[in-house]
C-alpha cells in the first residue's frame, strides 16, 4: 500500500525550531518529486515547499523562504522538512505529498501533523 | 502575484450538477488540478492535468480547461460529495493553490 507518514509535529514557542519527517512506503521514493503544503486552523491549503526525486532542485514559498528547508534521504525514504524562526502563523497541520507528474499534481497524501507555534 | 481564484461556495441539490471554477491569467498555459477534501480528512487528487481521473475516482467527476479557466464538474451530485475543493497549479517554480470552494448539497 502507497503511504506517507508525517511526524514531529508539536508545540514550539516563537522564534523555536522544529523538524518534520516524512517516511514514505509502497513505491519507489526517489523517483518522485515531494511536497510540503500545510493548512491552518479552518483556512485553505497553502504550499510550503517542494524538492526534486534526486534532490537537485527545492523550492519555496516566499511566506518559508529563508527560514525553512526541505531535503531527503532516498536510502531511508524520508522527506524532510526543517524549520526555523517559528512565526505564530506558522501554525498549521502539515502536509507531505508525493508528486504526480512532476509537481503538476499530487497523488497521495499523508495525514498530517499538527505544528503549533505559541509561547 | 500569480493567484487562483475559485467562489467561496457553490450550492447544488441532490442529482443535479454542479460546476466550480477556477480563475487564474496563467492557466492557460499551465494544467490544472483538483482536491477533494472532506472535514477532518486530507486531500484527494479527483482531477489532474485539467481533464484526467486518478483510478478510483468516480466517473461523475470531470474537469475542462479554456482560456484562463478550469472547471471542475460534479454530475449526479450526491450528498457525500460535500466537501471542499481546491484547484491547484504547477508555475515558475511555485505550487499555486485556490482558495477553496465549498460545496453543499442541499
Known amino acids: 500500500e502507497v503511504q506517507l507518514l508525517e511526524s514531529g509535529g508539536g508545540l514550539v514557542q516563537p522564534g523555536g525550531s522544529l523538524r518534520l519527517s516524512c517516511a514514505a512506503s509502497?513505491?519507489?521514493?526517489?523517483?518522485?518529486?515531494m511536497t510540503w503544503v500545510r493548512q491552518a486552523p479552518g483556512k485553505g491549503l497553502e504550499w510550503v515547499s517542494a524538492?526534486?526525486?534526486?534532490?537537485?532542485?527545492?523550492y519555496y514559498s516566499d511566506s518559508v523562504k529563508g527560514r525553512f528547508t526541505v531535503s531527503r534521504d532516498n536510502s531511508e525514504n524520508t522527506l524532510y522538512l526543517e524549520m526555523n524562526s517559528l512565526r505564530a502563523d506558522d501554525t498549521a497541520v502539515y502536509y507531505c505529498a508525493k508528486g504526480f507528474g512532476g509537481l503538476n499534481a499530487f497523488d497521495v497524501w499523508g495525514q498530517g501533523t499538527l505544528v503549533t507555534v505559541s509561547s | 502575484s500569480y493567484e487562483l481564484t475559485q467562489p467561496p461556495s457553490v450550492f447544488v441539490s441532490p442529482g443535479q450538477t454542479a460546476s466550480i471554477t477556477c480563475s487564474g491569467h496563467k492557466l492557460g498555459n499551465n494544467y490544472a488540478c483538483w482536491y477533494q477534501q472532506k472535514p477532518g480528512q486530507s486531500p484527494v487528487l479527483v482531477i489532474y492535468?485539467?481533464?484526467k481521473r486518478p483510478s478510483g475516482i468516480s466517473e461523475r467527476f470531470s474537469g475542462s480547461s479554456s482560456g484562463n479557466t478550469a472547471t471542475l464538474t460534479i454530475s449526479e451530485t450526491q450528498a457525500m460529495d460535500e466537501a471542499h475543493y481546491y484547484c491547484?497549479?504547477?508555475?515558475?517554480?511555485?505550487?499555486?493553490f485556490g482558495g477553496g470552494t465549498k460545496l453543499t448539497v442541499l
Open positions: 491547484q497549479a504547477w508555475d515558475s517554480n511555485t505550487v499555486l
Open positions: 524538492i526534486s526525486s534526486g534532490a537537485n532542485y527545492t
Open positions: 509502497g513505491f519507489t521514493f526517489s523517483t518522485y518529486a
Open positions: 492535468k485539467d481533464t
